[in-house]
């Protein structure tokens, strides 16, 4: 799947404007607060139909409209195919693919898949286990669509045990009958787990290779930690009903793949708590390229791959990787910046370039 064209309408600082993307490497250069950020934020929620900076959605709406608007252009060998995205603060999305209604685009078979990655998202490397939960389980739901239900089951089945353990805390309920629930949430919970423990094993030696690449000065390792040791649902059922006693005391499951964690290593130290910023940098980025190769591998098309801001703290050895890299993986990728001399090659003729001024888009030549 390719993306071909996006039309942002009242979305951001954008009025109304559309971009044609090629295929490879594009580069959108622009002073700091010209919109290129914007432009990103508007091709992932295109993709989506949700934000990738603000849980805030009204904040994409542009000041002083009423609705914004994405309208995403994409083809796969089926021919061609329109996203489009209605959104206004107090009202539900509009979100429709090929003119019918949807409920989510995420949903939509063969939809571009897209990947990230903002200054922020080092969160994603120091941050809580949560944020590492959730974008494995994100990344496992993009790998095989059909299994993306499993962690939505283990969760309701968990918020039913845990309310269940409420009610026994106030005197409404037995222990006793926690182990219903007990053998509904290791099934589900084991399931989620073996998921995500080969999810972890198909991204380690491309982690490994990318990051050493990128410039890590020894072999990084990326690898699953899991809270529970169980080898099949039974054990993880056996785990839970041990820990019954621990669980009234303190009010919830304490135990299972909601604890569970993705970690990060360099030279046996975990990043999470070691390692520099620029090392932590480094991570995400080879966490992020090694996904979408597997992603490409294994799904009809790779993720277009939206970096924001990502040579300003990067030296001229990564910065020439990092686009090497892109260059020669498949897919698109889309790069900000706020000179093109921040990104090595950029004049090349198999590079395009986007320049971003006072809420427009101009699509500038490489030089002859």
Request: hydrophobic residues 40%.
């Given at each position: 799947?390719?993306?071909?064209?996006?039309?942002?309408?009242?979305?951001?600082?954008?009025?109304?404007?559309?971009?044609?993307?090629?295929?490879?490497?594009?580069?959108?250069t622009?002073?700091n607060?010209?919109?290129?950020?914007?432009?990103?934020?508007?091709?992932?929620?295109?993709?989506?139909?949700?934000?990738?900076?603000?849980?805030?959605?009204?904040?994409?709406?542009?000041?002083?409209?009423?609705?914004?608007?994405?309208?995403?252009?994409?083809?796969?060998?089926d021919?061609?195919?329109?996203?489009?995205?209605?959104?206004?603060?107090?009202?539900?999305?509009?979100?429709?693919?090929?003119?019918?209604?949807?409920?989510?685009?995420?949903?939509?078979?063969?939809?571009?898949?897209?990947?990230?990655?903002?200054?922020?998202?080092?969160?994603?490397?120091?941050?809580?286990?949560?944020?590492?939960r959730?974008?494995?389980?994100?990344?496992?739901?993009?790998?095989?669509?059909?299994?993306?239900?499993?962690?939505?089951l283990?969760?309701?089945?968990?918020?039913q045990?845990?309310?269940?353990?409420?009610?026994?805390r106030?005197?409404?309920?037995?222990?006793?009958?926690?182990?219903?629930w007990?053998?509904?949430?290791?099934?589900?919970?084991?399931?989620?787990?073996?998921?995500?423990?080969?999810?972890?094993?198909?991204?380690?030696?491309?982690?490994?290779?990318?990051?050493?690449?990128?410039?890590?000065?020894?072999?990084?390792?990326?690898?699953?930690?899991?809270?529970?040791?169980?080898?099949?649902?039974?054990?993880?059922?056996?785990?839970?009903?041990?820990?019954?006693?621990?669980?009234?005391?303190?009010?919830?499951?304490?135990?299972?793949?909601?604890?569970?964690?993705?970690?990060?290593?360099?030279?046996?130290?975990?990043?999470?708590?070691?390692?520099?910023?620029?090392?932590?940098?480094?991570?995400?980025?080879?966490?992020?390229?090694?996904?979408?190769?597997?992603?490409?591998?294994?799904?009809?098309?790779?993720?277009?791959?939206?970096?924001?801001?990502?040579?300003?703290?990067?030296?001229?050895?990564?910065?020439?990787?990092?686009?090497?890299?892109?260059?020669s993986?498949?897919?698109?990728?889309?790069?900000?910046?706020?000179?093109?001399?921040?990104?090595?090659?950029?004049?090349?003729?198999?590079?395009?370039?986007?320049?971003?001024?006072?809420?427009?888009?101009?699509?500038?030549?490489?030089?002859?």
């Open positions: 799947m390719q993306v071909l064209s996006l039309n942002l309408r009242d979305f951001r600082s954008y009025h109304d404007v559309s971009v044609e993307l090629g295929d490879g490497l594009t580069v959108v622009g002073p607060g010209a919109g290129k950020t914007n432009l990103l934020e508007g091709l992932y929620f295109a993709c989506t139909g949700r934000s990738c900076r603000t849980n805030n959605e009204r904040e994409v709406v542009r000041f002083g409209a009423g609705t914004a608007r994405t309208l995403l252009t994409c083809q796969d060998a021919g061609r195919h329109e996203l489009s995205v209605g959104f206004a603060p107090g009202q539900s999305k509009v979100m429709r693919a090929d003119g019918a209604m949807v409920d989510r685009l995420l949903d939509v078979t063969g939809r571009p898949l897209v990947s990230v990655f903002l200054p922020d998202r080092l969160e994603l490397i120091k941050g809580a286990p949560a944020l590492r959730a974008h494995l389980d994100q990344f496992i739901a993009a790998l095989w669509p059909g299994r993306a239900a499993t962690r939505r283990y969760g309701q089945a968990l918020a045990r845990n309310a269940l353990i409420a009610r026994i106030a005197g409404r309920g037995s222990p006793t009958s926690l182990s219903s007990d053998a509904q949430l290791a099934r589900h919970g084991f399931a989620l787990m073996s998921d995500r423990r080969t999810a972890v094993a198909m991204i380690a030696e491309p982690f490994r290779r990318i990051g050493v690449a990128l410039g890590l000065d020894s072999e990084p390792e990326v690898s699953y930690r899991p809270r529970s040791a169980a080898t099949d649902a039974g054990g993880l059922a056996r785990d839970l009903a041990e820990r019954i006693d621990s669980d009234l005391e303190r009010g919830f499951t304490g135990h299972g793949p909601h604890r569970d964690d993705l970690s990060t290593e360099h030279d046996g130290h975990d990043l999470r708590a070691y390692g520099s910023q620029g090392q932590q940098r480094l991570a995400l980025l080879a966490l992020l390229l090694a996904e979408r190769g597997v992603l490409a591998d294994h799904r009809p098309s790779a993720p277009v791959m939206l970096l924001d801001d990502v040579m300003s703290e990067l030296d001229r050895d990564r910065r020439q990787a990092l686009v090497d890299l892109l260059r993986s498949p897919g698109q990728s889309v790069i900000t910046a706020t000179d093109l001399e921040h990104v090595p090659g950029s004049t090349d003729q198999d590079i395009a370039h986007l320049a971003v001024a006072d809420g427009c888009l101009l699509a500038m030549a490489a030089p002859a």
